[in-house]
């Protein structure tokens, strides 16, 4: 039996919301394992959201409203995006409400807003963050557009879920131009999430931080909102991956059964990814902050010459 | 030498120590000589209430000429008339800090020291209080006045960067992580740091007074609880102190014993800075094995002494315990540990990221080491042969064969690289002490202590040289303890290795050089 | 790289209590073992840490670290440190208060939303232990900010801070 | 019909004709000058931009020859759609800036007399419209100067200060190359065609007539390219740009930045598309180059400043490129016969043209009160503004958001049409384009990232944290005339970005006009909330949707969280348990941007150097260490300088032969004769 795509799209959106805590769960949870210890458990981001809720608000005495707006913001966007990416079925009410430039745009306006909140306080490390994380953030648009423009050559839109469609019916993935443009996303999505050997999300060097530095005045159910929207942050670039190179497993519309395999199949490209992220993260050390051009460059590199191997090749 | 010998006006030897008492014109002529003319180092600087002796202060010199076992220590006596004395900073610039601390802990105020800023006590403390008179009280109110900080009328006078756009980026003294408490203040213009000025003495618990109040042999307990990563060697730094002073001589035994656990506490600090220094990096997998390495060797800490920093072995006269009983214990720990260490090793030096983030990052150039008399692992990283074992043998130093490593480069790396040979070298060492037999008691008997006898205690810390200098009064109380922790002579060195770096090196520089904030503020 | 992580993956965990000869009595592998579900009860399974300095000897802070490495592993049981005392449900303070921290760490206690706890670590915390008396030192985290729990030692070993941590739960959950 | 587009637009100019009449009985009363004024003026606009507007969507064009003008050569006006669009621009964002003068000029009250602003401001406002409505070179070349000469006073206007002298100067001198440049290139498209019989050539439709050998057609629009970049500032002609806005009072930046510089886009497209129509894709390629060109090094330059409305000059510049890329697409799409690609970016530009009128207008009117209440330009010197003037601090922040091509506002809008026109390039026959332009995309990526960052310092470091300056109390909100100004034209930017469709559905008969291809059936396929350029499975953003749904979450958490009263307790701010947290401690404009300083460093002069006196003690211990940083724009460096000295040369050498001796002179005289009658 079919479902009414608005239930999809509100399931998506539950998708979202619940599994993304515990993508990170996972990831945090492999990354013990490759570090030999015993990891905490799956839902271990979960129990900290709660808490969070459950606890006050500690907020600095020259706070102005953007510092109080911004973790709602934040939210709300991560939430609507959730509704865009194809999860669970490539028909969707929303997803025609934004193709991936304005996706990304989304994405930048959060990131604007938690600039700026940084820099609300006063205190030199929000100004600090803000300063690094825009710096990265416009090194690495452009890769991204080009990683689009890759992809979208193959996709022939750049709507998320036409372009999953159509890849979905070319049987492979080992197009030159999608592979390369895969490597370029995968580069851009550590710089993007804030990973090593970018940003380190556990470091307790407040002089080393990029987007630690810019919530450290966050306390309460505001820190739960945007530990949550970065959380869901990782995941929504996960399944923007998944759909625009391995869309295999999504159904062309929400019939019941293949909706559930659907969840499943996501699952496991989940736990895939997170293996991958960790593998890169273990891997390696945090690089200078100076050399994160090299890393985008590069990134736009692959971008490009995927798009030149769609033109010459294909 | 003779030069100095003819200008003194008393002369006195204790072992190694030759004194020589000037007056307060040739005071600062005697140590140009022995600094610039003899090359010698300005190991400690400090003074002394010796009123109830002579009625005199007395501010004490010691210099270490290279080459030979033999301390020169520079006293200047000082009238209670006029508290004051000519500063050696402008010629000798490690007197900096000493300087300023003497001023604050005895209102002996050096004559032409450019920073007239106190340096221990921060501005809350009332003015011309100076703790280490023997005449000298707080009242309760007065501390927690000191306490709270409402009182500070001016804050902290920080050198300003002038010029526009500068950003002052203010860190600490609660810190992100778990260190110990210190504030930094640097200047910069975005990522580029141009100037680094640390303030410290948060965690000044009034040690050497504290001492004063102490029994000689009830000491040795605070002087291990003085740095935490290297207890015994304060506590071995203390008790040689003492027994120099009382003039007694420990057993071969009880050398050999301290020996071997201050090669042990070498071991499981170098490997654990190594490790730390993966966490600058976000190298995650290499700190997780230090951290590894570094428990197993604390897990035997705690067999062998009952305390995972050594405590609670060391007692004047010798130690409490004899560890050679456990020697297997010892060899099948370090046998897995240097295992693992080997391992790691390969691991950080392979890691090409790893190293592309230590090379070049925080650069400490010989010139500024020799200034500030920098001693331990970074001077020997910066090029300076500076190693007490080696210098002034020590315990049984004189029968291992180690050598003393260097590396010119003086960047984060160097520093690593020298942990890292030192750390083998001590593994040796300790296998070669565990071969020979030791004969001898554990402890010798005390007996009481001469009047205004003085003496001088020294060790190698991982850190750098330690020393100890110890004066009893009339009855045979301790009179003055002055102890000199190595982070103390290398903290003035980190801003200029940390100056021209851009911030976020700052914690990677600041964990190679792994300095005690305790042992500092004292 | 590949061999160590492989190596990891597949070593057997040396979580406490040890095989290797170190004194856990079996009562207390039991207490750690039964740890997991205190730290379920209050907080909702996540304990946040802020550790302070207060002019301890660093001995605490080593063993404060010691609890992340892989052999006690503090995080399994969902406790962490964490970089700002605006993220953190404990403040874990150490040292005999130096007189010159005493207004940092008032600062601190202010900056950490409610409900906190605050846990005096180390003899020094508890009462100044060897420093006790000495004009610069208040003696004490006590003599401060209101302290909930004291967990007593010199420095206390990671295992006793585990068990410290169960027992001062324990007593809030009451 | 009895009204017309034409009866608004005279009434309009009856009105500022009023003006000019009242003033000399007004100036004694210098308070009712500026109410009575600006009024006025506020209302001439609207009649000016409502003429466009209904001229637009009637899509009627209408004709007048005035009677005045020179003998046997009237003074030619025609409203057609191009026009009309430019004359919304104009009289939109005119309107807006007029209501917010009431209050602003009055702050100049007490300094100086308003008199010859209020005049200049007049003529500027009669020159722009115009120009827009010329039909002949010589009425547009008068309209021209009228608009660039009062502009010049307006400038001057606080011409005390030396800066403003010789910005001013600078500005007229590059604003008549310009001028130069456009009269030649008329020349060539009227005079050289039907080799200059009788004046009637003159008209431009005259022009539209004439059929051009392609090598004059290039001189031509090579001429006209040059006047026109002249005025709108595009790099490397932009170097007035950044000294004359920031230093005229803030309403005249406003309108010479949002609209002046348009004037000049609107040449450029008058010129290519209506008097020329055909001509080889290597022209666009060339607009868009120098397009993307400005857009990019605009922002690097913005990025670099600390002077606030420095800094919104340099991104009137970036605008500028991004229109000209709009425009320069459409060129190319347009000469390989692609109408619907075409009517696509060219929508885009124009698009771009409105939004950037009514947010840069913003911007500089959100300056403006901010200069009011400090007297300040030096962001370095602000900061915590936000508590002070809270209505300013939204209003500049809804700016700041549409400048930085973020939804919901309308600088995504118009940016996002620009990317799709990019990626349908692989249409494109050319194989070289095909990997060329997508290039260009990226370097628009670039660019808008770059220009969030530069307004996340401009707005974080002039309104947030706390007061670096020395006047931290008597700083005070703008005044109800200003906010309400700043308010319509925050509420257009809203309405542009989240109802495009109707926007486009209003250019749309424009386009098809200019071009021959309309997409406004493609572009609502949807439905009026979706906006589909091409196709629905192309490209597809949804304002309204993404607007509505991120409020509704935004706002149900909200209500969620506060079901649960959970107390927020005030505490000092989290400084590492320090004593004191000074302003010095908070970022500053330099230090935010200097990592893409150091990034993109090699692009400007960068002088840096740190002077560290000897120290009294020793040189291990410094006493006092200064910083200083000097950023230079190259092309001062590379392409003016020269000129500067090459023209000093010339004039000392032609010096020379002033003698100042009749005699001397009378030989001249006799020589020159001799000289003609012998070529004669």
Known sequence: ?314 | MEKIRKKSVKTWEHLNESYFEVRTDDFKDACRHLYEDLHAILRVMFACDEREKDGLFRIYTVFDLPGIDRFIIVVLPIQESDPSFPSLTQTIPAAHWYEREISDMFGLSAQGHPDKRRLVFHEAFPADSHPLRKDWSMSETDKQEWGDGSTIKVPHPFMEVSGEGIVEIPVGPVHAGIIEPGHFRFSAIGETIFFLEPRLFYTHKGTEKHFETLGFPEGVKLAERVSGTSSFAHGAAYCMAVERMLGLAITEKASAVRTLVLELERIYNHIGDIGNMCAGTALNLGYMKGAVIKEQLMQLNEILTGSRYLRGLNVVGGVTKDVFDQADDILKTLDGATREYKALMELLLGSVSHVERLENTGKLSKDIARKLGVTGVAARASGLTDDLRKSHPHLLYDRLIFEAHTHEKGDVLARMLIRAEETECSLSMIQALLESGYKGDLIVPLRAAPPFASAMGYVETPRGSLIYWVMSDKEGKPLRVKLRSPSYCNWPAVPFAVHGNIVPDFPLCNKSFNLSYSGTDM | MIKEILKNIFSKKRVIPFPEGFNVSPTQVAKIVDFQKKVDTIFGRSLRIRQIDAGSCNACEWECTALTNPIYDIQRFGIDFVASPRHADMLLVTGPVSRQMEFALKRTTIATPEPRLVVACGDCAKDGGIYKGSYAVANGVGNVIPVDAVIPGCPPTPTAIILALSEIIDKVAR | MLLSPINVISSSFAVLLLILALTPFLRLNQRLLINVGFFLAAIASFFAAVAGFWSLVNGMTTQVILPIGLPDLPFHLRIDLLSGYFLVVVGLLAFFVSIYSIGYVKGFLGQRSVTHLVVFYVLFLAGMVLVVLADDALFFLIAWEMMAASSYFLVLYEDERVENRRAAFLYLVVAHVGAIAILLSFGVLAGLTTGFSGFQNYTFDAMRAAHLPPELATLAFLLAFFGFSAKAGVIPLHIWLPEAHPVAPSNVSALMSGVMLKTAIYGIVRVVFDLIRVFPWWWGALVLVFGLVSAVMGVLYALMQHDLKRLLAYHSVENIGIILIGIGLSMIFTSFNMSLLAALALIAGLYHTLNHAMFKGLLFMGAGSVLNATHERNMEEMGGLIRFMPWTAVLFLIGCISISALPPFNGFVSEWLTYQAFLLSPALPSPLLNLMIPLGAALLALTSALAAACFVKAFGVTFLGNHRGHHGGHIHEAGWSMRLGMLLAALACLGLGIFPTYMIGWMDPLAEKLVGGKIAASASGLGWMWLTPIAAERASYSAPLAFIGILTVVVVTYLLLHARPGAIRRAPLWNCGFEKVTSRMQYTATSFAMPLRRIFGFLFSIKEHVRQPPSASHPAFPDRIHYHLRVRDRFWTWMYQPVIDASFWLSRRIGRMQQGRIQIYLIYSFVTILVLLIFS
């Open chain 1, 1 to 314: 039996m079919n479902i009414d795509p608005l239930i999809v799209e509100i399931l998506q959106i539950a998708v979202l919301l619940i599994v993304a805590p515990v993508f990170t769960g996972w990831i945090k949870m492999v990354k013990c394992w490759f570090q030999g210890r015993t990891s905490p458990s799956l839902f271990q981001p979960w129990r900290d959201i709660v808490k969070l809720f459950s606890k006050d608000v500690t907020l600095a005495e020259n706070a102005s409203w953007i510092f109080r707006f911004t973790p709602y913001l934040v939210f709300g966007i991560s939430v609507m995006a959730g509704g865009i990416i194809p999860i669970l079925s490539m028909d969707l009410p929303l997803s025609a409400m934004a193709d991936v430039i304005a996706l990304v745009a989304l994405f930048s306006i959060a990131r604007f807003f938690t600039a700026l909140a940084g820099m609300d306080i006063g205190t030199a490390f929000g100004g600090m963050g803000a300063s690094r994380e825009m710096t990265i953030a416009s090194l690495a648009e452009p890769a991204m557009l080009m990683a689009v423009f890759a992809v979208s050559l193959v996709g022939k839109s750049t709507s998320v879920s036409q372009m999953a469609i159509v890849i979905s019916q070319g049987h492979s993935l080992l197009r030159p131009s999608l592979v390369f443009a895969l490597l370029a996303f995968i580069l851009i999505t550590l710089a993007e999430t804030g990973r090593v050997p970018v940003d380190n999300p556990a470091t307790h060097l407040e002089l080393t931080m990029i987007h630690e530095a810019m919530i450290l005045e966050y306390s309460g159910r505001h820190l739960a909102l945007i530990e949550w929207a970065s959380m869901m942050k990782l995941f929504l670039f996960a399944v923007l991956g998944i759909a625009s190179f391995v869309p295999w497993g999504i159904p062309r519309n929400g019939e019941l059964l293949s909706v559930a395999v659907a969840l499943l199949v996501l699952l496991f490209k989940l736990a895939g990814i997170g293996v991958v992220l960790v593998l890169i993260e273990t891997g390696l050390a945090k690089m200078r902050i100076f050399r994160i051009t090299e890393f985008l460059g590069s990134a736009f590199l692959f971008a490009t010459i995927g798009m030149m191997s769609y033109f010459m090749l294909e």
